[in-house]
């Protein structure tokens, strides 16, 4: 029986089918099983976000991935009995896969094949609003491609070696690269403009403070934005909500400032996204302070805070002073807090908790939740200070008050 949407006049017809999908990772010597188990956790909230419903998942133990099909025959087997029994829409790989191994992998399991970097793209392709941002996703969508195109037309090719490899299959392939290379040139000079746009948007507030919001992806950086600049920006409990860079002005008392929410960092962000999202990451290398939110309600939200820490590190803004916000406190409680445990217990394992953290990191921290408004006053205090001590060292000479 049809499923329709009666009533509704956003939208109508039919509603949109969940496709099923199986995760697949290899285990190697470069890391362990609870390392791959946590990236297809990961893998697995990026298919949700993505719209998808995880099935199952598959890990197999190898020295090295195969070069032909990523995993062994008897996986492979496997996981197409597994697909053709249980009407599995999707199989997705944890890491990237070469253009010809994506052709055999659908060639043999007859179902769409998809890799990390082509899940996070088509998120991120969803995601964008601005012409900006779908310039940029489309980007680094031909970049991606564009090596893996000779897996895509394995389908003309009579036979293996030089006879046969001459004729359709080749024009095909080099027509195919002169467009896609076309097209990269003709988004990277769209990129130039809006570049120059945004550099000259940028110089014209340069005289008010600006602070950017940055962490991993889902640690709540939309959500301390709407409660300190007083704004509705889209927040969701997915991962890459944000996809565009937004900024607001926000005045503390009669001391105004800029404050920007930036897209999330992720493990195995491919390499061309970065180098896509760089413009709109200008935001974080040209602010003068950040606000680095990290989920301490994440069992490997140390991890988390690494990886965003080397991505500022690969963007030269390390050396940014630095706010450390922990957020999802509330989270943090119910998760890792038995509730037989008396409040003066929980009160004492909190504080150590918050010691040491400080301790460790080096930089002004804040514990808060800000699905609960907890401990923001302190985060506008510190925030407060930071932004004061900022813009004395650039007008010294000032006498207004801020």
Known sequence: MADWNLGEKKKQGLRKKTERAVLIAVVTQEQTMEQAE??????????????????????????????????????????????????????IFDDDLSGKQTSILEE?????????????????????????????????????????????????????????????????????????????ALYKKKLEKIDLQNATRRKNRGQLI????????????????????????????????????TVRKVVFGQMPFLLSDTVGFIRKLPTHLIESFKSTLDEVRESDLLIHVVDIAHPNYEDHLAVVSQTLKDLNAEDIPMLLIFNKMDLYRKRYFDKMLEAETKAEIEAELKVSLTKQHEVETVFISAINKENIDTLREKLRIMVKDKYTVRYPHQTKFW
Not at 57 to 69: A, E, L, S, V, Y
Not at 159 to 172: D, Y
Not at 211 to 240: C, H, P, Q, R, W
Request: glycine letters at 8%; charged letters at 30%.
């Open 38 to 91: 946590e990236y297809l956790d990961e893998l697995d909230f990026l298919a949700k976000t993505a719209g998808a419903k995880t099935c199952k998942r598959f890990i197999q133990k190898m020295g090295r991935p195969n070069k032909r099909t990523y995993i062994g025959k008897g996986k492979l087997q496997e996981i197409i009995d597994y697909v053709e029994a249980n009407d599995i829409d999707l199989v």
């Open 108 to 184: 043999e399991i007859k179902r769409k094949i998809l890799d990390r970097s082509t899940l996070i793209l088509d998120i991120f392709a969803s995601r964008a609003q601005t012409a900006q941002a779908r310039t940029q996703v489309e980007l680094a969508q031909m970049q991606y491609l564009l090596p893996r195109l000779r897996g895509l037309w394995t389908h003309l090719e009579r036979q293996r070696g030089g006879i046969g490899m001459r004729g359709p299959g080749e024009t095909e392939i080099e027509t195919d690269r002169r467009i896609i290379r076309d097209k990269i």
């Open 210 to 245: 600006r602070v950017a919001l940055v962490g991993y992806t889902n640690v709540g950086k939309s959500t301390i934005m709407n409660i300190l600049s007083k704004s509705d920006v889209f927040a969701e409990n997915k991962l890459f909500a944000t996809l565009d860079t």
